[in-house]
């Protein structure tokens, strides 16, 4: 059996009793990094033997753990925080477990996509998630741009070392549509900063952030808050 464990984003305390169950039962923990994940599971006081889990040796690694898998080994994967396969290994491996006929579930748990879009407000009925925007400007413009006429609520990661440039960008695209940077969540320091891009541009520009970042845009779709709205 397959278990695709969705381990904390930040506060340890997030995980639940299935996914501790899951991987105490493992016969062996696919890691995303070994290093990260061995201090995890030392809090919980989890011994297991673990093999890492990347992007760089994915490829090799499923169709070794696949043959595990077929002969009945209990193998569950995780990654460095959040939900396997959401921006992070697991997809690769459970496409190979429906191929070959493997059981498998996945656990519900921690998701810094769906912590970060209902934090920031906007509306949460239907979204659109694309990932970490491009690094490349021309990538990053085009994904913004495509963004800005969608009328659901679009949700992107974003490194801290980026976070500026592409600020710079939004503010002639969403002029004065509102956006949401969220950082650090569940974490000591979590903040939820809402206003424009041109607002949100001057308060990073002035306090370079730090951490992990969700970037939510909210969608043309979007009803503003009143008063009269809240009563």
């Given at each position: ?5 969705p ?22 923990i ?13 809090h919980?006081?989890?011994e297991?033997p ?163 970042i ?18």
């Amino acid at each position: 059996m397959l278990t695709l464990v969705p381990t904390p984003i930040g506060n340890l305390g997030d995980i639940t009793l299935r996914a501790l169950e899951a991987l105490k039962n493992a016969d062996v923990i696919a890691c995303e990094d070994t290093r990260h994940s061995l201090n995890l599971l030392r809090h919980f006081s989890i011994e297991k033997p673990l093999v890492s889990y990347h992007e760089h040796n994915e490829a090799r690694r499923t169709a070794e753990l696949i043959e595990q898998l077929a002969a009945g080994k209990n193998v569950a994967i995780i990654t460095d925080a959040g939900m396997p396969g959401i921006s992070d290994p697991g997809h690769r491996l459970l496409r190979a477990c429906q191929q070959r006929g493997v059981p498998y579930t996945v656990l519900p748990g921690a998701s810094a996509v769906l912590t970060g879009l209902i934090g920031s407000g906007f509306e949460a009925g239907a979204f659109f998630y694309g990932g970490f925007l491009p690094v490349k400007s021309g990538g990053r413009e085009r994904d913004l741009r495509i963004a800005a006429e969608r009328a659901e609520t679009s949700v992107f990661f974003e490194s801290p070392h980026r976070l500026v440039k592409t600020l710079t960008a939004a503010v002639p695209i969403f002029a004065e549509r509102q956006i949401c940077v969220a950082r650090e969540l569940t974490k000591t320091f979590e903040e939820y900063r809402r206003g424009t891009a041109a607002e949100l541009l001057a308060h990073f520009t002035e306090r370079p952030p730090k951490g992990e970042i969700v970037l939510i845009f909210s969608g043309t779709d979007e009803r503003p808050v009143t008063a009269a709205a809240l009563k």
